[in-house]
T-cell receptor
Framework: AQSVTQPDIHITVSEGASLELRCNYSYGATPYLFWYVQSPGQGLQLLLK??????LVQGIKGFEAEFKRSQSSFNLRKPSVHWSDAAEYFC???????????????FGRGTQLTVWP | DAGVIQSPRHEVTEMGQEVTLRCKPISGHNSLFWYRQTMMRGLELLIY????????DSGMPEDRFSAKMPNASFSTLKIQPSEPRDSAVYFC???????????????FGPGTRLTVL
């Protein structure tokens, strides 16, 4: 069965410090992988996605993620965190439905990021 | 683009009452998803539609929940009768299928926060 694990429930970093949020997935085939961010009271905004090709994916707001098949991981990174990055971050794996197009997403439980000034 | 529109943004009701949540997907999108977010279970898919047809409703908790998509620009999620354990944030998301591998991205609405007393 497919699943997504985000081991860190809450992470605190200082502004300007680097950030890495961990994500591990369990899926029998080549996964479609996503990172979303959710600010308080808001919906989810897509940061980046991986479908195939280059395993280092660039996203919005200076985020990047690296797909490592051998480790079943898709960790999110940012070299220098800004106070506005404080939010909850969700990793997700997407499944294909009939027709080989993207269907449902399975989400991790999220990582809450706090940024100290 | 207006994005995915959900209404109401907040709903407070009493146990036993009927609740209807509404969603307008992004124009031109042909897949629509209903998710529920709770502290206990995180983000989970309830149901999704392709071209107004329900494809996967395995996440619908029980018969009290029903969803319809009468046309490409409108969907409802109904709970009747509502119970306190239905309290959650309900998200609607939409995507455009068939744009080729790697183009399917789910865009989320702001959510409806439901409180059942």
């Amino acid at each position: 069965a497919q699943s997504v694990t985000q081991p860190d429930i809450h992470i605190t970093v200082s502004e300007g410090a680097s950030l890495e949020l961990r994500c591990n997935y369990s899926y029998g085939a080549t996964p479609y992988l996503f990172w979303y961010v959710q600010s308080p009271g808001q919906g989810l905004q897509l940061l980046l996605k991986y479908f195939s090709g280059d395993t280092l994916v660039q996203g919005i707001k200076g985020f990047e993620a690296e797909f490592k098949r051998s480790q079943s991981s898709f960790n999110l990174r940012k070299p220098s965190v800004h106070w506005s990055d404080a939010a909850e971050y969700f990793c997700a794996v997407g499944l294909f439905d009939r027709g080989s197009t993207l269907g449902r997403l399975y989400f991790g439980r999220g990582t809450q990021l706090t940024v100290w000034p | 683009d207006a994005g995915v529109i959900q209404s109401p943004r907040h709903e407070v009701t009493e146990m036993g009452q009927e609740v209807t949540l509404r969603c307008k997907p992004i124009s031109g999108h042909n897949s629509l998803f209903w998710y529920r977010q709770t502290m206990m279970r995180g983000l989970e898919l309830l149901i999704y539609f392709n071209n107004n047809v329900p494809i996967d409703d395995s996440g619908m908790p029980e018969d009290r929940f029903s969803a319809k998509m009468p046309n490409a620009s409108f969907s409802t999620l109904k709970i009747q009768p509502s119970e306190p354990r239905d309290s959650a944030v309900y998200f609607c998301a939409s995507t455009k299928r068939g744009g080729g591998t790697g183009t399917d991205t789910q865009y989320f609405g702001p959510g409806t926060r439901l409180t059942v007393l």
